[in-house]
């Protein structure tokens, strides 16, 4: 049994729950100045229809097995689970009741950093992944829009310490994205375990 407070978003044709403190505030400043300082922090370029930019965000790739990550015309190849990033594994394993085996970390350096719409539907995530979300720092809006049914949307702000968790066919029938903001917005750290197979 798990004794975090938490809430289901209402969302048809998705399964998604947030706790809002799945960790407390000093866990969540000492994680976070931890991960700062000892993520080997990466910044890719993406191609798109034939241009190259730099990703707006930087980002790191862990796994349990030597699978890389692949998507857009990304290949990730994986660090070591270690330190603090292993206990936040195994306490995210516990309340979610999976093991995962990998996770990607994204840093947003400021309000100009984001992560454009996107679904999480890779083959290597297999069918209807659970991918559970932590947030660290600087609180940032994470949006949501149905595939097919273009009016329905949805919008949480992922605090300091939280926890959100997507499965069932959320990544089918739903797109996500952090978007930028012109609001001054200090560092936030998501780290988003997954299994990759
Ligand atoms: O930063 C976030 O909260 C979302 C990250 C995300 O959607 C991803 O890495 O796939
Ligand atoms: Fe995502």
Redesign the pocket.
Known sequence: MCLKESHELNMPDAQVVYYPQFFNKDRADSLLANLLNTTPWQQDTITVFGKTYLQP?L?AFFANNNKVYK?SNITMQPHNFQGDLLEIKKEVENVVGTEFTSC?A?L?RDGQDS?GW?A?DEKSLGKNPI?A?I?LGSE?I?QFKHKTHKNLREKLV?EHGSL?VMRGKTQHNWL???PKTRKPVAK?I?L?FRIIQ
């Open positions: 965000r980002t998507y990607l994204n947003y992560n996107h999480d991918i979300s947030s940032r994470f992922l959100l996500h994205q952090i936030r998501n988003t």
